[in-house]
Structure formats: C-alpha cells, structure tokens
T-cell receptor, first 112, second 114 residues
Framework: TAGITQAPTSQILAAGRSMTLRCTQD?????MYWYRQDLGLGLRLIHY???????GKGEVPDGYSVSRANTDDFPLTLASAVPSQTSVYFC???????????FGQGTRLTVV | TQLLEQSPQFLSIQEGENLTVYCNSS?????LQWYRQEPGEGPVLLVT?????EVKKLKRLTFQFGDARKDSSLHITAAQPGDTGLYLC??????????????FGKGTHLIIQP
C-alpha cells in the first residue's frame, strides 16, 4: 500500500535555485498538507489544501508556494531557496481537514 | 493559534520501566491525536481521544484525556526498545474558514535502553 509518496527523498540545493518537492497520495483524501520539521521547533504547517482547487497558508508559508490541480497531487515549490529552508519536509493527507493525518516518509533538503 | 506543550522533552529509561509523558494546552480542545515518529519516517497515528476523562489502551500504551479537556497523557508500561521514538500530540487547527490541518506539540524524544 503506497499511501503518500514523496520525491525526492533527499536533495542538496544551491541557494537561489528553485525546486519542487513532489507529493502524491492514493487514498483519495480531500485534504493535503505540507509540514517542515526542525530540531527544537517541531512540525510546522507550511501550506494546506482542504480540497482540490483550493489552497491556504499555514504557520510558515513565506518562500513557498503550492498548487492542487487534482485530488492526488500536492507539489511544494521553493522559488529561490535560502539556507533557512534547510529542513525535513513532510507531506500528509487526511480524509477530512483536521482529522487523522497520514504522512509520507519525508524529503530531507539541504540548501547551501 | 492554540499551543500544545509536551513534557518531558527528552526521556531515557531502561527496558522494563514505566513512564508517562504529557501534553497540555491553556485552552480547551475538542479532541487530541497522539502520533509516534521513528527516525527517518513520518509520524504515524496511535490514537485519537475525544471525550473528557476518556481512557484508551493500545497494548502497553494507555492514553488519557483530562476531565477539563486541556491535557492528555500517555503512559507506557514495561517499556521496550521498540517503543523508542518521538511521541507527538496534535489537535486540529481552526481558522475563520474552518479546519485547516493539525497543530503539533514539539514532542517527547523517548529512548528505551536494553
């Protein structure tokens, strides 16, 4: 059972470059989320989408953008990466907003 | 934004010991979720508690929701090395447009020494 698939699993990115983190779910969940996890700061919500075609800003949205063209895919784009965006990024989904979330295995991003 | 405080931040104990970790908020919450995260993996849901005073058991793990619905605890009996991980509590985020994800506590890092 795939659940949530994230790609790539890890990446080293030069500052100033752009990058898209991919996320696909096969559970037909309505809501999808992007979190970043940093030591000492925990999991913080970047952007969310409660249903296909809609997106919203979470706690730390600056420097990131998302789109939700269909139910299954929710890519996260860094337009011009900065070192402070070095983090582990998790994509998640839930059947209903705020209900049990299912997480991918994460993307470890290092911006140098 | 409703904040969740988890304690202790770190805990290292010997196999076979019992332990309790806590999740507290200054505000009342309608329900609370507990997750466990292992290194290199995403969090996985353990349980959702909904009713004040509720107690749920999952093998050696006992989850309790405070009567006032502002706190929750996780008690592990006879801890085993396989219990090692980051334990997170979470609740639904709500903005003017309704629910928009989960807010997580910073977690308790638990290490069970063989």
């Amino acid at each position: 059972t795939a659940g949530i698939t994230q790609a790539p699993t890890s990446q080293i990115l030069a500052a100033g470059r752009s990058m898209t983190l991919r996320c696909t779910q096969d559970m037909r969940h309505n809501a999808m989320y992007w979190y970043r996890q940093d030591l000492g700061l925990g999991l913080r919500l970047i952007h969310y989408s409660n249903t296909a075609g809609t997106t919203g800003k979470g706690e730390v949205p600056d420097g990131y953008s998302v789109s939700r063209a269909n139910t299954d895919d929710f890519p996260l784009t860094l337009a011009s990466a900065v070192p402070s965006q070095t983090s582990v990024y998790f994509c998640a989904s839930s059947d209903l907003p705020g209900s049990e979330a299912f997480f991918g295995q994460g993307t470890r991003l290092t911006v140098v | 934004t409703q904040l969740l405080e988890q304690s202790p931040q770190f805990l290292s104990i010997q196999e076979g010991e019992n332990l309790t970790v806590y999740c507290n908020s200054s505000s009342v919450f309608s329900s609370l979720q507990w997750y466990r995260q292992e290194p290199g993996e995403g969090p996985v849901l353990l349980v959702t508690v909904v009713t004040g005073g509720e107690v749920k058991k999952l093998k050696r793990l006992t989850f309790q929701f405070g009567d006032a619905r502002k706190d929750s605890s996780l008690h592990i009996t006879a801890a085993q090395p396989g219990d090692t991980g980051l334990y997170l509590c979470a609740l639904g985020r709500y903005s003017g447009g309704g629910a928009d994800g989960l807010t997580f506590g910073k977690g308790t890092h638990l290490i069970i020494q063989p």
